[in-house]
């Protein structure tokens, strides 16, 4: 009997108890796609200048972003976004990993009133470029995104805002675009933030990263990489007036390599390179806009700009069995410009672009013949949500 006095009791608080918390959900995504051709037929079919798009003449989705944002209680939040098609592959590659779908945002945010913890891995933050396609304004990924700047880390990002003018970020993590170390040690990072009225939209920040990197994993691992630091510093920067958005970049950085990494000499060498660029948009109403970019990447050894295979051909790194990390002397130069059109409607967008790219090296092309510059066209369309 007191069993069944015990149960309708049981229900009724049960259906007065108020419901658990649940997390509130935020989706976001975009996907873009483009096709290119350029005047240079290359050994490998990798377009030169632009090794991360697909290739010659080819129509390639480039990427689709889908990602997630759960707000919890008490400021806290959980952010992941995945990754596909090629620029996911190349993200695989570049971290050592295999497919096309790259989980590029998968962390834990802690936000409260002046601060933001953030924990996992991310989407690195320098650079005048999105990895995500459709917040750019070009057609095309840049010298700076496509040898110098990385793609993410894993580690922790602490940010700090002194006013909604000045703010600084403090991180340690595993390196750039690794997921797990690969050595002792761990890079870590300084980053200062101005905003000028407290605009989010006109921003100037200076971010530095010093620490152990190197290429191998597991059992490729070189065993020097303790001694290889790698130092890098970016300044970047925007400024919105008008109907005008102007965004530009400078990219510093050096490495330290053990002796024999270099082709050409035998002794220990510390490898340096210098970029800049500049990107204007120009908004002429009804969805229509003129954009120009304009880059220079110095490359001292070629260690950067041996990312692309015609390059890398060129200075002769694959000679005689051995890989390589650059030519000792190379004194690379690259320079890019381009001028497109872009036309929205509504989160939609379509860009045409012109690009010339130039070498101050000769190259060689399909047929063995000499070249030292590219010009390309590129159609790109996408939309994000």
């Known amino acids: 009997m007191r069993a069944l006095l015990l149960c309708p009791l049981a229900a009724i608080l049960t259906a007065q108890a108020p419901p658990a918390s649940m997390p509130t959900l935020k989706w976001h995504g975009s996907v873009w796609a483009s096709a290119v051709t350029q005047d240079r037929e290359t050994r490998d079919g990798s377009l030169v200048f632009r090794p991360l798009e697909a290739g010659q003449s080819q129509f390639s989705l480039d990427g689709l972003m889908l990602g997630v944002d759960a707000a919890f209680a008490q400021g806290w939040s959980a952010k992941a976004t995945l990754l596909a098609g090629n620029t996911g592959k190349t993200i695989q590659t570049a971290t050592g990993d295999t497919g096309t779908i790259a989980a590029v945002e998968a962390m834990l945010v802690w936000t409260g009133a002046e601060d933001t913890l953030r924990i996992g891995r991310m989407i690195t933050f320098i ?3 999105y990895l ?4 750019n ?3 095309s990924r840049g010298l700076l995104f496509t040898y110098s700047d990385p793609f993410g880390q894993v580690g922790v990002n602490w940010h700090h805002a002194f006013s ?3 703010s600084a970020d ?3 993590f595993n390196g750039e675009d690794r997921l797990k170390d690969n050595n002792h040690g761990k890079t870590v990072g300084l980053g200062l933030t101005w905003n000028p009225r407290g ?3 006109d921003y100037l920040s200076v971010h530095a990263y010093r620490g152990p990197e190197q290429d191998g994993l597991g059992p490729a691992a070189n065993t020097g990489a303790e001694g ?4 890098r510093m970016c300044l970047m920067g925007q400024a919105v007036w008008g109907a005008s958005t102007l965004q530009g970049e400078v990219s510093l950085g050096q490495e330290a390599f053990a002796a024999g990494s270099m082709l050409g000499n035998t002794g220990p060498q510390t490898a340096r390179w210098r970029g800049f660029g500049l990107i204007l948009k120009r908004d002429l109403g009804r969805g229509i806009s003129l954009v120009a970019r304009a880059e220079r990447l110095a490359d001292d050894h070629g260690v950067r700009l041996a990312l692309d295979p015609t390059i ?3 200075l002769g790194l694959d000679a005689g069995g051995t890989a390589y990390a650059g030519l000792a002397g190379a004194d690379l130069v690259a320079r890019s410009l381009s001028l497109g059109v872009e036309k929205k409607h509504g989160p939609a967008f379509a860009r045409i672009e012109l690009r010339q790219d130039r070498l101050n090296r000769d190259l060689k092309d399909a047929q063995g013949g000499s070249f030292r510059e590219g010009l390309s066209a590129t159609v790109s369309l996408g939309a994000g949500f």
């Not at 290889?228 to 130092?231: P, Y």
Request: charged fraction near 25%.
């Open 127 to 129: 650079g005048m470029e």
């Open 228 to 231: 290889r630091v790698r130092e």
């Open 199 to 201: 605009q989010a939209d």
């Open 132 to 135: 995500d396609g459709a917040q």
């Open 170 to 172: 403090l991180w340690a």
């Open 164 to 166: 909604p003018v000045w």
């Open 312 to 314: 890398r051909a060129s």
């Open 137 to 139: 304004l070009t057609a």
